[in-house]
């Protein structure tokens, strides 16, 4: 066999080979990768979700200050509502503590596209005769802009109340107790029953429309959990109130009738709960049932209590729920009967919950004498 010294082949030749062999084994330079894109979770709908009354620790009295310790948006010589809810010129009402912003998952991003009195046409595709509701576009065309940019991991929707009209069926109970015209639930009964067809439609529009938004971004199924969530009764059954029917409840907040309580918790709220998880099954979305995640926390529930002088809040103790309030000596009457701060970290712990699950239906309960980090699940 030759030697370098008395190589077989030419010089050239082996020169050549050399050369070549040196440019096989020199690793070859690419374009830097492209930035992996930031994970993220997204909230849309109503002011369930968006987060009303995330001002509020429990509920006060005390028209001044900080009202107790309740009022959040409390600052020297005055109230800072930007605090809580940011820029609310649209009337929007996002939370900082609202239930996507409070689950704790390590995502990089929790966008809350949700916004106070947005119905199922505000969740639809513009181009499928969605609407724009506060100046803002249709939320699903805002969470297709979303997935394009960001690694959408999970989207919750809380929508459909205000299509059955479930803020006036209140206010109508409401007015009849506050006026001695009587109760309610018969008359609003009727129309619950004329109006539960159509809302649920929208509703299973509203689901495909984030399906589609999603598509459009390039998203399989699979590539995120689409979570239908439901609504938690605002005010507790009659038997539960800590005020008398014929006592203070229009100046505590909480003015209903036992029968319209009764009513509202175990007749419409079950009714609307399985509206919505049908609709969720029906478009192979997991459904979280939220019904009992405030039950003892609700305004004026006789197991939650008043904030005062000598009982601060606390989210053991104190109600998760903002009470029926006008707006004449504190905050807005859009805040009322909506979770208060204490209420969007527990139904932010009931996402959390279902984050490390597998998908399907579940339910969130609370537990009794703890905080809302006593939030749990189960199969439901």
Same mark, same amino acid.
């Given at each position: ?27 070859? %330079?690419?374009?830097?990768? &492209? ?59 996002? #939370? ?5 912003? @409070? ?8 966008? $809350? ?13 513009? @181009?499928?005769?969605? =609407?724009?509701?506060? *100046? ?14 960001? $690694?959408? =991991? ?17 206010? #109508? ?14 008359? /609003? ?9 159509? &809302? ?45 029917? $014929? ?12 029968? *319209?309580?009764?009513? &509202? ?7 609307? !709960? ?5 609709? %969720?099954? $029906?478009? #192979? ?58 209420? /969007?970290?527990?139904?932010? =712990? ?27 699940? !189960?199969?439901?």
């Amino acid at each position: 066999m030759g030697t370098l010294d008395s190589p077989s082949l030419p010089a050239r030749t082996l020169a050549v080979m050399l050369c070549a062999g040196s440019l096989l084994l020199t690793p070859v %330079a690419h374009a830097d990768a &492209a930035p992996a894109k930031p994970t993220a979770i997204v909230s849309l709908g109503d002011s369930f979700i968006a987060g009303n009354a995330g001002r509020w620790r429990g509920n006060s009295d005390d028209p001044f200050g900080d009202r107790s310790g309740t009022d959040r948006a409390a600052v020297p010589n005055g109230y800072d509502v930007g605090k809580v809810y940011g820029d609310t010129d649209g009337g929007c009402f996002r #939370s900082d503590v609202a239930e996507i912003r @409070s689950t704790g998952i390590a995502v990089d991003q929790a966008i $809350n596209l949700a916004c106070s009195g947005a119905e199922s046409p505000n969740i639809w595709r513009a @181009s499928h005769g969605g =609407r724009s509701w506060e *100046d803002e576009q249709p939320q699903a065309d805002a969470l297709a802009s979303v997935a394009r940019t960001s $690694n959408v =991991r999970m989207v919750v929707l809380s929508v459909g109340g205000n299509d059955l009209g479930f803020g006036d069926i209140l206010q #109508s109970c409401i007015t009849g107790y506050m006026t001695g015209g009587g109760s309610c639930h018969t008359a /609003q009964q009727a129309q619950v029953q004329t109006a539960f067809a159509g &809302a649920m439609a929208a509703v299973d529009k509203s689901i495909k429309e984030i399906r589609g938004a999603m598509a459009s971004a390039g998203y399989a199924f699979t590539d995120y959990r689409l979570v239908v969530q439901s609504y938690s009764s605002p005010l507790p059954r009659g038997g539960e109130m800590r005020y008398p029917e $014929n006592g203070s409840r229009t100046y505590e907040g909480c003015p209903m009738y036992n029968s *319209d309580l009764d009513w &509202a918790r175990d007749s419409l709220m079950p009714r609307l !709960t399985d509206g919505l998880r049908t609709e %969720a099954r $029906n478009n #192979s979305a997991d459904f979280l049932d939220l019904s009992d995640a405030l039950q003892g926390h609700e305004a004026c529930s006789k197991s939650s209590r008043m904030a005062d002088a000598t009982h601060p809040p606390s989210a053991a103790s104190s109600d998760w729920v903002r009470y029926f309030n006008t707006g004449a000596l504190q905050g807005e009457l859009k805040e009322s009967l909506h979770p208060n701060a204490y209420g /969007q970290l527990a139904l932010g =712990r009931c996402l959390a919950r279902i984050w490390t699950t597998g998908g399907g239906t579940w339910k969130c309960h609370n537990t009794p004498g703890q905080g809302y980090d006593g939030m749990y699940v !189960t199969n439901g």
